[in-house]
């Protein structure tokens, strides 16, 4: 039998008020592009080259802005600007984008460990606090963009 984790009414507010701000907003800004997905540390690799980007798994097209999702909430932020800049712009628009492509990364992570994980590792997602994690990261954004 299959087993999903529910959601209570107060958390399913929450989702659909973010999800609906996303779509009224998200669409106004950030060129598309094909984008990474998952751009992080464990996925770069310094070789004699250079930088050499792994793991395309999760690469589609959609908004340029969202690879900066992950750096963007981080203290390097503007060294990352700083240096992304030298060879391309990131726009006010893009810039713009970003809390909204956040929420997005956290109900996907929210997908990730209420729906898909349970079905092969059971429910440990809600009693490690993964699930509460990206539902407080929620109702911050929910204060800022709501």
């Known amino acids: 039998m299959e087993r999903i984790l529910a959601v209570d ?35 770069i690799l310094l070789t004699k080259q250079g930088l050499v980007l792994l793991d395309f798994d999760l690469a589609a097209v959609g908004p340029l802005a969202s690879d900066f999702t992950g750096v963007a909430t981080t203290p390097h932020w ?23 492509l956040q929420v997005v990364a956290r109900i996907f992570n929210l997908q990730f460990h209420l729906v898909d994980k349970p079905r092969f590792r059971g429910e440990e997602s809600k009693g490690e606090g993964w699930a509460a994690a990206e ?7 929910a204060a800022v963009l709501l």
């Open 9 to 43: 009414n107060t958390e399913e507010n929450l989702l659909r008020s973010l999800a609906a701000a996303v779509r009224n907003n998200v669409a106004q800004y950030s060129t598309a592009g094909t984008c990474h997905g998952d751009v992080t540390l464990d996925n």
């Open 135 to 141: 539902f407080d990261g929620l109702r911050a954004a």
């Open 78 to 100: 503007e060294a990352f600007k700083t240096g992304y800049t030298t060879r391309r712009p990131i726009t006010a628009a893009d810039e713009a984008a970003i809390p909204y």
